[in-house]
Antibody, heavy 120, light 113 residues
Framework: QITLMESGPTLVKPTQTLTLTCTFS??????????VGWIRQPPGKALEWLAL???????RYSPSLKSRLTITKDTSKNQVVLTMTNMDPVDTATYYC????????????WGQGTLVTVSS | DFVMTQTPLSLSVTPGQPASISCKSS???????????LYWYLQKAGQSPQLLIY???NRFSGVPDRFSGSGSGTDFTLKISRVEAEDVGVYYC??????????FGQGTKLEIK
């Protein structure tokens, strides 16, 4: 059974750096084809993809946010970490992590999401 | 970037009646490998999105067969043959033809009459 869970601060101040951790079970990020991605959703708005990391450490970033994002993995801990710098109130959103299998099944299993509010 | 446009943005359907959602891509989603990288997700109220359909027409594990996907190139459709109360939520299409980025549509809200 694949499960994912996001954790991190619920409130960050403008200009601060956000660090989110996705802890998962039921699969390994050392298995060929497996990836973990991050997607966010501002309140009442649509989904926006942020970043994805594959088993071979291939990393992909949203072009519009690439300069602010870093995604890393710790295979031994079954965790993926996303950092986003220079946070702004417009970054207020629910942040989800999700499992992917190659490009065949992107985001087939999702975490429950974590709401991050950016406010001073 | 690929722009995904969904219509309608909302629809209200009587239980037992069919429903249809359109998704149009700004560019063809047909890859040189012969596959078409179009996906459908459903986000129920207060829940995470769930994958319904992958590569245009393949139902993901556990998805009822009243859900079907069709289309090619730039035009795609998600159909629900007989809407049930549990189908309420926001439906999103997504492309992974050209990466990055993965591009989602703006969402279609399905309500029950």
């Amino acid at each position: 059974q694949i499960t994912l869970m996001e954790s991190g601060p619920t409130l960050v101040k403008p200009t601060q750096t956000l660090t989110l951790t996705c802890t998962f079970s039921g699969f390994s990020l050392s298995t060929s084809g497996v990836g973990v991605g991050w997607i966010r959703q501002p309140p009442g708005k649509a989904l926006e993809w942020l970043a994805l990391i594959y088993w071979d450490d291939d990393k992909r970033y949203s072009p519009s946010l690439k300069s602010r994002l870093t995604i890393t993995k710790d295979t031994s801990k079954n965790q993926v970490v996303l950092t986003m710098t220079n946070m702004d109130p417009v970054d207020t959103a629910t942040y989800y992590c999700a499992h992917s299998y190659y490009d065949i099944l992107p985001f087939d299993y999702w975490g429950q999401g974590t709401l991050v509010t950016v406010s001073s | 970037d690929f722009v995904m446009t969904q219509t309608p943005l909302s629809l209200s359907v009587t239980p037992g009646q069919p429903a249809s959602i359109s998704c149009k891509s700004s560019q063809s989603l047909l890859h040189t490998d012969g596959k078409t990288y179009l996906y459908w997700y459903l986000q129920k109220a207060g829940q995470s999105p769930q994958l319904l359909i992958y590569q245009v027409s393949n139902r993901f594990s556990g998805v009822p067969d009243r859900f079907s996907g069709s289309g090619s190139g730039t035009d795609f459709t998600l159909k629900i043959s007989r809407v049930e109360a549990e189908d309420v939520g926001v439906y999103y299409c997504m492309q992974s033809m050209e990466l990055p980025p993965y591009s989602f549509g703006q969402g279609t809200k399905l309500e029950i009459k």
